[in-house]
């Protein structure tokens, strides 16, 4: 009998959307997970010829991605109408006879779809290639967590034995409840807004009207939390009960918060019932600061490619079950209704704090270089896919801009017993610090006038031995990095063993589906990554012209990479589309944009007087910004990210 295979990682939506299209139709399939056998990757490569995912086959028949198989399908349908008209039951009796006369033997199939799928598939045998055959390997396994430390961080409910842990409630459960009970609302102090606050006269009636609802074995027609048993008699055991929340860091005065998790002041001032006193749960105080749900007190796992590894596939298992059905190709995703009122969202906030625990400068969590670029990558992805559902999505030019200046997340921290060399800064980074402040050695942002991440000054002083050092800088990750747009390269894993086979990889995949070479009229499109980063990309062509000179061997023949005596501007887009061809592994397209190359260094060297004559043309195609999401939250400006609000910072939000 014959298959269908596919081949597909895990969160991938354009796999989603081809493996859900067959499940539509009734098309049984066998799915190889590269994410679980990274093996057979290089299978995949060698019978399919490409690098991204979905890979589809019938049988030994390579129908390639999600957009061919989608059309193919469609294809088979158009094919029954022709031949039968849009009669369901004619189209039936019609396949059937077909069927019973080219199969001899197999069930009747229950929808008419799969009566083409027993005639192109199922009636062949099994396909002969070993590279189309499940992995013999066992599949890779993300460690289990440790185990949590419940004991020392639970919440002991009132009027309980602290002991027992019955009488406990975690972190997530006592936040959760506290936001649907807590009168909370943005109030006005001194031409200050205060966002998502309370006072501690309203905290202190809330929870006594709480602690009589639950006595009273009652629960709030408005709330889908049980309130905790709470036997409070007086007005003193819900201040004392509000106390242990704030020494638990739950909740902090609004005038006396730390300026970021984990630079918790010395001293607090205690828990207070009065009317002018302004409280806040810690999950409000930091609104940009995504990891920011909690101060995390709990273990870290020493191994932060297992933790990232985890948040990232809850992460996808949120976004997966977000799908909007009523988008208009069914693979956007409802960020509002599904995606943020998903069930394990409010633990997988939780435990996105875990990273506040994280040293970037860590001899013990990275080990190597491509260690930290590799989770820094990772962690960047990660980032924009929940930032998108919990901050909103910009959708303009300028909130662009101020959404990868203030988007950010805490790192730093560490246990004391690291025994590292260096120390443990908290550092809060924004997307745009871990893109071009880190990953590309402190070096300026497009379009922001040469303003460096990591500037000389105090605040950023600690930021700058975050950076690599600019020999160390490589630019593939622009291949790798994804903003949330839909030009933007699909999302991968890195791994710190094969990170750099993994950008080659990514760089050839990219190369391959966005450059466009028309070798008559001698113009190659290729994306304004390429424009954006130019000056990643010349630095990496001058080190390989340098690196190639070095290891030159005398009398050997030239290559495309060596230098050519070209000027100006033409010599640095020659430089980029050598790079390029460089990426590109193989194919028709590398061969005609290594003969323009060819063709462009002689007509410079024979035609001195016309430097131009027999150029490349090369132009950049436009950014597509939109996005996966059909239900989501705008982002309208800085102030979104901000806890406390002045006149002027809502004027500005109208520009920034």
Same mark, same amino acid.
């Given at each position: ?15 989603? *959307? ?27 490569l ?14 030994? @028949? ?11 399908l469609?294809?088979?349908?158009d ?14 009796? &019609?396949?059937?006879?077909?069927y019973?006369?080219?199969? &001899?033997?197999?069930?009747d ?19 002969m290639?070993?590279?189309l ?10 460690e289990?967590?440790? =185990? ?13 034995? $602290?002991?027992?842990?019955?009488? *406990? ?5 006592? #936040? ?6 807590l ?9 200050? @807004? ?16 709480a ?6 074995? @009652? ?18 055991? %819900? ?15 609004? $005038?006396? %918060? ?16 009065s ?11 930091y609104?940009n ?6 101060i ?5 796992d020493?191994?932060? $490619?297992? #933790? ?26 409802d960020?509002?209704?599904?995606a /943020?009122?998903?069930p ?18 860590s001899?013990?969590?990275?080990p ?6 590799a989770f ?68 300026? =942002? ?5 303003n ?6 105090? !605040?950023?002083?600690? *930021? ?7 020999s160390d800088?490589?630019? /593939? ?10 030009s ?14 993994e950008?080659?990889?990514?760089a ?23 424009q ?18 070095k290891n ?8 495309? +990479? ?19 061809? %460089?990426?590109? +592994? ?7 944009? !290594? ?9 410079n060297?024979?035609n001195n ?7 490349? /043309?090369?132009?950049?195609?436009e ?9 989501? *939250? ?10 406390d ?12």
């Amino acid at each position: 009998m014959g298959r269908i295979t596919v081949f597909a990682i895990d969160g991938c939506p354009h796999c989603i *959307k081809a493996k859900t299209a067959l499940k539509e139709r009734g098309f049984p399939y066998t799915e190889i997970n590269l994410s679980l056998y990274p093996d057979k990757r290089s299978d995949m490569l060698s019978i399919s010829n490409s690098f991204t995912v979905p890979q589809v086959f019938f049988n030994e @028949t390579h129908v390639g991605g999600a957009k061919e198989t989608l059309a193919l399908l469609s294809q088979w349908e158009d094919d029954w109408k022709k031949e039968n008209g849009n009669n369901i039951s004619s189209i039936k009796e &019609a396949l059937w006879q077909r069927y019973e006369r080219e199969i &001899a033997s197999g069930s009747d199939p229950m929808d008419v779809r799969l009566q083409r799928y027993e005639q192109e598939i199922a009636s062949r045998s099994d396909p002969m290639d070993i590279r189309l055959q499940p992995s013999t390997q066992p599949p890779v396994t993300i460690e289990p967590p440790l =185990a949590r430390n419940s004991d020392k961080d639970d919440i002991p409910l009132p009027g309980n034995n $602290h002991n027992n842990n019955s009488m *406990k409630w975690s972190v997530v459960q006592m #936040t959760q409840w506290l936001m649907e009970f807590l009168p909370r609302s943005n109030i006005r102090h001194f031409h200050v @807004t205060h966002q998502n606050c309370f006072r501690g006269s309203d905290a202190i009636r809330a929870l006594l009207l709480a602690s009589s609802s639950s006595s009273s074995d @009652t629960k709030s027609s408005s709330s889908s939390i049980s309130p905790p048993f709470l036997p409070m008699a007086t007005k003193q055991d %819900a201040i004392d009960f509000m106390t242990l929340l704030q020494d638990r860091y739950i909740l902090f005065p609004v $005038h006396h %918060a730390p300026s970021s998790p984990n630079a918790i002041p010395k001293s607090i001032p205690p828990f207070k019932d009065s009317k002018s006193k302004l409280y806040r749960l810690t999950c409000h105080q930091y609104p940009n600061i995504l990891n920011s749900y909690r101060i995390w007190t709990d273990r870290v796992d020493p191994n932060p $490619h297992n #933790t990232l590894s985890r948040l990232s596939s809850l992460l996808n298992t949120i976004r997966s079950s977000s799908l909007d059905p009523t988008s208009k190709d069914g693979g956007k995703h409802d960020l509002l209704s599904k995606a /943020r009122q998903h069930p394990s969202y409010p633990s997988f906030e939780e435990q996105m704090c875990e990273l506040q625990g994280i040293n970037l400068l860590s001899s013990h969590h990275f080990p190597t270089l491509d260690s930290r670029v590799a989770f820094v990558i990772n962690l960047y992805n990660l980032l924009v896919r929940y930032a998108h559902i919990k901050i909103g999505i910009p959708v303009t030019n300028l909130h662009r801009a101020s959404y990868f200046h203030r988007v950010a997340v805490q790192l730093g921290g560490g246990n004391d017993d690291d025994n590292d060399d260096h120390p443990h800064p908290n550092c809060v980074f924004t997307l745009n610090d871990l893109e071009n402040g880190i990953l590309r050695g402190n070096r300026a =942002a497009p379009y922001t006038l040469g303003n460096l991440p990591f500037a000389n000054d105090d !605040d950023d002083a600690k *930021k700058q031995s975050h950076a690599l050092d600019p020999s160390d800088v490589d630019e /593939r990750i622009h291949f790798a990095l994804n903003c949330g747009a839909a030009s933007c390269p699909p999302v991968k894993k890195f791994t710190p063993l094969g990170l750099r086979e993994e950008l080659r990889i990514v760089a050839a995949a990219f190369c391959e589906n966005g450059v466009h070479v028309d070798e008559e009229r001698r113009v190659v499109t290729v994306s304004r990554i390429f424009q954006w980063y130019r000056v990643d990309f010349e630095m990496a062509f001058r080190r390989c012209c340098q690196e190639m000179e070095k290891n030159k061997v005398k009398n050997e023949s030239p290559t495309l +990479l060596e230098h050519d005596t070209t000027s100006s501007s033409l010599q640095k887009d020659v430089g980029i589309l050598k790079m390029i061809s %460089a990426y590109l +592994l193989q194919g028709d397209k590398k061969e005609a944009l !290594d003969r323009m190359i060819m063709n462009t260094n002689n007509n410079n060297n024979n035609n001195n007087n016309n430097k131009r004559h027999g150029s490349i /043309r090369l132009k950049y195609s436009e950014y597509d910004w939109g996005h996966d999401a059909s239900k989501f *939250k705008v982002y309208r400006g800085y102030t979104d990210v901000l806890s406390d609000k002045t006149p002027i910072n809502s004027f500005l939000s109208h520009f920034f």
